[in-house]
């Protein structure tokens, strides 16, 4: 099955500064690939998402970028704020009939004031 | 649509007693999911339905633990017997085949006594 691993686990950045969380997965049959994120004491919350088509994808201050070839995939925030701060949760799922997603095991990122 | 709606938020039980989680799906959704999440393992794929269909299962962790999906409204996640180390938060999701993002519930958060 799929193994989706996420580095690094834990990411302190001052406000402002940008943040980067990176992805790897091990089934070249992915082409899904959200991100999630989940406040304290919330549900997780699809931020951004990409497909296999697409190298790179941008909202606003977040942007993925996918390397099919290495299978990795990342997820940047640029000038962050302290609103920012959660868990991030990357993700993988292959076409078919049935949307399985795998989960990576989060980033906890803390943005400084 | 009021989203994925779980009952309940709060479970306290006592060692050794049946638990029963319940999911409603978002209207027209034929994908769902059970995850569980701890500190120590993070966001955990228990199991997940296609069509009412049980598709996989391979994420639940014991006999103790069984899932049903009775109509394309409703699922039960249960635990018999109940075990301390399964407090943790369980999340129920749904998706459409069509689209694949997530959409999760609010959890139940289970603390066994």
């Known amino acids: 099955g799929e193994n989706v691993e996420q580095h690094p686990s834990t990411l302190s950045v001052q406000e402002g500064d940008s943040a980067v969380i990176k992805c790897t997965y091990s089934?070249?049959?992915?082409?899904?690939f959200p991100w999630y994120k989940q406040e304290l004491g919330k549900r997780p919350q699809l931020i951004i998402d990409?497909?296999?088509?697409?190298g790179e994808k941008k909202d606003q201050r977040i942007a993925v970028t996918l390397n099919k070839t290495a299978k990795h995939f990342s997820l940047h925030i640029t000038e962050t704020q302290p609103e920012d701060s959660a868990v991030y949760f990357c993700?993988?799922?292959?076409?078919?009939?049935?949307?399985?997603?795998?989960f990576g095991t989060g980033t906890k990122l803390q943005v400084i004031p | 649509d009021a989203g994925v709606i779980q009952s309940p938020r709060h479970e306290v039980t006592e060692m050794g007693q049946e638990v029963t989680l319940r999911c409603k799906p978002i209207?027209?959704?034929?994908?769902l999911f059970w995850y569980r999440q701890t500190m120590m393992r993070g966001l955990e794929l228990l199991i997940y339905?296609?069509?009412?269909?049980?598709?996989?299962d391979s994420g639940m962790p014991e006999d103790r633990f069984s899932a049903k999906m009775p109509n394309a409204s409703f699922s039960t996640l249960k635990i018999q017997p109940s075990e301390p180390r399964d407090s943790a938060v369980y999340f129920c999701?749904?998706?459409?085949?069509?689209?694949?993002?997530?959409?999760f519930g609010q959890g139940t958060r289970l603390t066994v006594v």
């Open positions: 999701a749904s998706s459409s085949t069509v689209g694949t993002e997530a959409f």
């Open positions: 089934d070249s049959a992915s082409n899904y």
């Open positions: 990409i497909r296999s088509n697409v």
């Open positions: 993700a993988a799922s292959k076409p078919g009939g049935y949307q399985k997603v795998t």
């Open positions: 209207s027209g959704h034929n994908s």
């Open positions: 339905f296609n069509n009412n269909v049980p598709i996989d």
